[in-house]
């Protein structure tokens, strides 16, 4: 019915200058060395201007059969969202509740906000290692991992912070949706922002975790040493130094110390699962 | 050790102007109609002039329990990327192989890419259908889909479409790192947008599939209609239309007719499915 190229078994990392050739059996290869382009077997499929007019209909495979028996017309809702136009709604056959069924858990975001130095990331990691071994898929979206990647064109200037902030939250949609115990960890000092996170997901799937430590303890661990830069005015808006951080109104778990002690890793990720046991995220989803 | 806020059972939407109170219990609760905010119990964490020095050096949980043993201190490179600076990578002690064991699955991206109207989306469900009824975890990036999320601040202009793909590119790698089979389905018309993207995930994880269908099959089908609101020139910049499509020089799988006929989704799936096969994506990861 259709052929397959054969793929290049052992491909060489695409950044080192390649353009590819065909190798003696007829398929495309890239070789190493070779950087001026090729020409492609594949013709580009170039522009025709916008009023000429297709005469040639050559119905392969009708819209019917492109759409009607996998996508069905109910899912395609054409739409103008933000700044994109013309968009259409693809509702796959293989929904969250499909693949919660298939984990035998059910997909949420677990959301950990405080000061730098709060312990979130310790937090994130403990939490991670403590599901995973207990057989859960857990993935951790790290602000300044995030930062690295997805995030990498954006500044700490206001703006750029909530735009840092929506795009973990739209991200943490997704993998919550894929059926994931999603744990997000960054400082997010607005109510506001958080707030429009939790506003993306399902009902009770946002769960909200507070680092609830003092500054002064955040600033005499100082892990990062970045305290030390913003007292010393080398970072600006910096959280609790120079930009506030507003603490959550009614979060679902609180982390703070009592009697004078900070809970350990565990201590904290143990809370934290008790939590997602009791609210039925851990268990075969029907 | 701490204390664990007693989460709101049942939390209303909080899109619906709520504001939060304390219920007899004394627990946070959110209530509808009530719009202007409610005291924190919480004192916010003010901002402090930038110039005093805290001479309170608290050391409850010291950097050392703070992420010694957990993070561990060779996992924290203090770097700038892009226009993000004082960020720090934070490796976790569960990685992408750990997940994949759990999955018994090998993380990838599978992308989908070719002309509106070439059978993208029907493909990317059929694979995650059949991959699900075999018990792999996939999930579908669809490019319209995160044009209604992620990706909503994007027009349909040049530099908005790749930066549209780079970040679909990003997540798709985050998913893939998380042990997913993430298949991604978008236009993405140009050569250059979607190498940057290969060149993002780690050798032979990002699989290239070119739905090699003709203009005039892609136009005859027009299932979103969208062809022929593009040559009446009420959409400018149509792929294939005012707008050149660049077909992939090496991609790993081409779908393309045979004798006049274009394969029906599942053996789309199918070939998809097979490659994953003969490259050890769908066995138990050692």
Redesign the interface.
């Known amino acids: ?5 054969v ?2 078994a ?6 080192l200058g390649l ?2 050739h065909l190798d003696p059996a007829g398929r ?3 070789s190493i060395g070779l950087v001026a382009a ?1 020409p ?1 077997l ?13 005469t ?8 019917e ?3 009607g ?3 069905g017309k109910k899912n ?1 809702v ?2 103008t ?10 509702e ?3 929904g969250k509740l ?2 919660q069924k ?2 035998k858990q059910k997909g949420c975001v677990i959301w950990i906000t405080g ?1 730098s ?1 709060s ?1 979130k ?2 937090m ?3 939490l ?2 403590e599901l ?1 071994s207990r ?1 859960y ?6 602000g ?2 995030l ?10 200037k206001a703006e ?1 912070r909530a ?1 840092n902030i929506r ?1 973990v939250g ?2 943490a ?3 919550a ?4 115990i999603c744990i997000a960890s960054l400082i997010s000092p607005y109510r506001r922002d958080r ?1 429009a996170c ?3 997901l399902p ?2 799937t946002f ?1 909200e975790v ?1 680092m ?6 955040c ?6 040493g ?1 305290y030390k ?3 010393a ?1 080398k ?1 600006k808006g910096f959280t ?19 009697d ?6 565990v ?2 990720a143990e ?1 934290v699962i ?2 997602l046991n009791n ?1 039925g995220f851990l268990q075969e989803q029907l």
């Open positions: 019915m259709f052929s397959l190229a793929p290049t052992l491909r060489p990392p695409p950044m353009s590819p495309f290869r890239r090729r492609c594949l013709p580009p499929i170039l522009a025709v201007s916008p009023g000429k007019e297709t040639e209909t050559v119905d392969l495979h009708s819209a059969a492109s759409n028996s996998v996508l395609l054409m739409s969202v933000g700044n994109s136009t013309n968009i259409l709604w693809h796959c056959p293989v499909e693949r298939l984990l000061l130095g312990g990331s310790t994130a990691c403990a991670s290692r995973h057989g898929l857990a993935y951790v979206l790290d300044d991992n930062r690295h990647g997805l995030n990498r064109d954006l500044s700490f750029d735009e795009r739209e991200v949609k997704l993998f949706d894929a059926g994931i707030d939790r506003a993306l009902d009770s769960i507070f609830n430590i003092p500054l002064e303890v600033e005499a661990r100082d892990p990062k970045l830069l913003a007292r005015g970072i609790g130094i120079d930009d506030p951080y507003e603490p959550p109104w009614d979060c679902e778990i609180v982390i703070e110390p009592k004078g002690e900070c809970p350990p890793p201590a904290m809370q008790s939590y609210n």
